[in-house]
């Protein structure tokens, strides 16, 4: 079964999932596999929604009406998934695919500047939702914690150590889930495309490969 028709079938099994996303393998430039994110259990309370985020947006599969009903905020520039899970975290039944079924590229360079972008919109998110959630207490503390991150990552980037800040957000591969991703990383550039070139090796190849996205 390809990926796209295991979250299918899911959804059509349990009538009271509304959206269903999967673990995913992550990356380098090169296209080596690097680490797995998103193969714990989803944390869908209203606190674990504000500090972690929920779904991996890439991977998201969901029912057309629920979108229809809860369009995206693009008041929320760079973290419109973020505000969208915590906006619905209570009226939405979530599911997660455990395997990991997407390839996502993160280079260890990362992008500074898009990633503090991102944590001015998460500290938006929390002052707008956390204090009728989590009470102000908790939300300050939350905020102070996105600052602290933004903080780290201007350090890190200084310093060159943003790789292994990007790293952290990863799991370890086993030697059994690496041979597995380059596998399927060898099939996907076997696997003839139209209109993209054939034979493009390394990160050229992967911004055209289907089923790997760019950070």
Aim: glycine residues 10%; contains cysteine; proline residues 8%.
């Amino acid at each position: 079964m390809n990926p796209l028709a295991e979250r299918l079938a899911l959804l059509g099994t349990d009538p009271g999932v509304d959206l269903v996303d999967t673990a995913t393998f992550t990356v380098g430039d090169d296209l080596a596999p690097l680490g797995v994110r998103g193969d714990q259990p989803l944390d869908s309370r209203p606190e674990a929604v504000l500090r972690d985020g929920l779904l991996i947006h890439p991977t998201v599969t969901g029912r057309a009406e629920w979108f229809r009903r809860n369009p995206y905020d693009p008041a929320f520039v760079r973290a419109e998934d973020r505000e969208l899970w915590i906006r619905t975290c209570a009226t939405t039944r979530f599911a997660r695919l455990g395997e990991p079924l997407f390839f996502y590229r993160e280079g260890p360079a990362g992008n500074l500047g898009n990633y503090l972008r991102t944590e001015r919109t998460v500290r938006a998110i929390l002052r707008r939702y956390g204090p009728p959630l989590v009470g102000t207490r908790r939300t300050r503390l939350l905020v102070m914690r996105s600052r602290l991150k933004s903080m780290a990552y201007r350090v890190g980037t200084r310093f060159g150590l943003q790789g292994r800040l990007i790293s952290r957000r990863n799991r370890r591969l086993e030697p059994a889930e690496m041979r597995e991703a380059s596998r399927i990383l060898a099939a996907i550039q076997g696997t003839p495309v139209s209109g993209l070139e054939e034979g493009v090796p390394g990160p050229a190849a992967g911004r055209g490969l289907p089923g790997v996205a760019a950070a």
